[in-house]
């Protein structure tokens, strides 16, 4: 994927949005505050017509790293659809499953996303998760 320029990442990025938003119901849309996330819509305000939850994808990250966050954040839509199962598991390895989850998804849908670079994106994220965990426990 690096290979790519990044207006073709940038093309690569909007088709997967589309293939997320349209397979999935789920709003992409473009974040301001610094960070990724996945906020589903509450249980109770679902209904035929409601998305099934939002991904904010950091505006100022390059595509390459939207793309990983697009891929990541996908992983936790798919915990939240199995949270039954999941709910219970430590939060670290829930971060390494969505990071999993999420490529695999895009592996299947024919998007190859260079795991070398993924790798490294998903462990640099990973560990400032970690280091955000610890900060909150030593400061209890
Ligand atoms: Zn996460």
Redesign the pocket.
């Known amino acids: 994927m690096p290979s790519f320029s990044e207006e073709e990442l940038e093309r690569i990025l909007k088709k997967m949005i589309f293939d997320v938003e349209t397979e999935f119901w789920i709003s992409v849309e473009d974040g301001f505050d610094g960070n990724?996330?996945?906020i589903p819509t509450p249980d109770d305000e679902l209904d035929e017509e409601a998305m099934v939850g939002i991904i904010e994808l950091d505006v100022e990250l390059s595509p390459f790293k939207r793309i990983c966050a697009l891929s990541?954040?996908v992983?936790?839509y798919f915990l939240h659809v199995e949270r039954q199962r999941w709910n219970e598991t430590n939060v670290v390895i829930?971060?390494s499953l969505?990071?999993y989850l999420g490529h695999e998804y895009f592996k299947a849908t024919g998007y190859n996303i260079d795991l070398v670079e993924y790798g490294k994106e998903s462990t640099k994220?990973l560990d400032a998760?970690v280091r955000s965990l610890n900060a909150e426990t030593n400061s209890r």
């Open positions: 990724c996330y996945w990541h954040e992983g936790h829930r971060e969505a990071w994220c998760y």
